[in-house]
């Protein structure tokens, strides 16, 4: 399950304000007075003061899926690598370079840095593909599953709203998740706001369960 600041409605709300908010700015600052700037210059400008409002109150980046693997002997299974599906709301550049994550499972709070490192799935399973092995507990990647121009891949942005890749996280021994363990994960984009997720570990019926059907 996750939380975010606001609800769709809430959002849209805000921003048909904003963007009135800015034409009316445009409008106050030249009714009446001589200026410099085009028409296209300040329906640039307007432009832009919705975007930076827009920044403040939306999330940019949608998470569908949240995946966990159990590892280990039965009863004794543990989910050691969670797999988060991700994708962008729209197409607008997004840094995933400057993610940032935060793990918290009520007695540590570790954050985690991008290593660097997005794939392409291939034919690969997600939860052991070579990309495991250039994860430490301290860093995150990406498996991805769509990418047209390879702009994730090869430059860590996501710019299209069909872009989706798998969120790789290789949790530490002590944040290991057993049936009935709880994990909160915040994703700190550089554009957009925080967005958290809940996380439980279920009964371990398989080795690959589900954590969170989000949206």
């Given at each position: 399950?996750s939380?975010v600041?606001?609800?769709?409605?809430?959002?849209?709300?805000?921003?048909?304000?904003?963007i009135v908010?800015?034409?009316?700015i445009?409008?106050?600052?030249?009714?009446?007075?001589?200026t410099?700037?085009?028409?296209?210059?300040?329906a640039?400008?307007a432009?832009?003061i919705?975007?930076?409002?827009?920044?403040?109150?939306t999330?940019?980046?949608q998470?569908?899926?949240?995946l966990g693997?159990?590892y280990?002997?039965?009863?004794n299974?543990?989910?050691?690598?969670?797999?988060?599906?991700?994708?962008?709301?729209?197409?607008?550049n997004i840094?995933?370079s400057?993610l940032?994550?935060?793990l918290?499972?009520?007695?540590?709070?570790?954050?985690?840095y991008?290593?660097?490192d997005a794939e392409f799935?291939?034919?690969?399973d997600?939860?052991?593909?070579?990309i495991?092995?250039?994860?430490?507990?301290?860093?995150?990647?990406?498996?991805v599953?769509?990418?047209?121009?390879?702009?994730?891949?090869?430059?860590?942005?996501?710019?299209?709203?069909?872009?989706?890749a798998?969120?790789?996280?290789?949790?530490?021994?002590?944040?290991m998740?057993?049936?009935?363990?709880t994990?909160?994960v915040?994703l700190?984009?550089?554009?957009?706001?925080t967005?958290?997720i809940?996380?439980?570990?279920p009964?371990?019926?398989?080795?690959i369960?589900s954590?969170?059907?989000?949206e």
């Open positions: 399950m939380r600041g606001s609800s769709s409605i809430g959002v849209l709300i805000i921003l048909l304000s904003s908010c800015g034409a009316t445009v409008s106050i600052t030249t009714d009446g007075v001589e410099d700037l085009s028409e296209d210059e300040l640039q400008l432009i832009n919705t975007d930076e409002a827009a920044d403040k109150i999330t940019y980046i998470t569908t899926q949240v693997k159990y280990g002997e039965p009863h299974q543990k989910i050691e690598k969670i797999a988060i599906m991700m994708k962008s709301m729209i197409s607008k840094s995933l400057e940032g994550i935060e918290n499972d009520g007695n540590s709070v570790i954050m985690l991008y290593s660097g799935v291939g034919s690969n997600v939860f052991e593909h070579p495991w092995n250039n994860l430490d507990e301290n860093s995150f990647g990406f498996v599953t769509h990418d047209k121009d390879s702009s994730f891949v090869n430059y860590d942005k996501i710019n299209d709203n069909t872009d989706m798998y969120l790789v996280i290789k949790l530490s021994e002590n944040m998740m057993s049936k009935g363990d994990m909160t915040t700190t984009p550089a554009n957009g706001i967005r958290t809940d996380l439980e570990a009964l371990p019926m398989k080795s369960v954590l969170g059907l989000l």
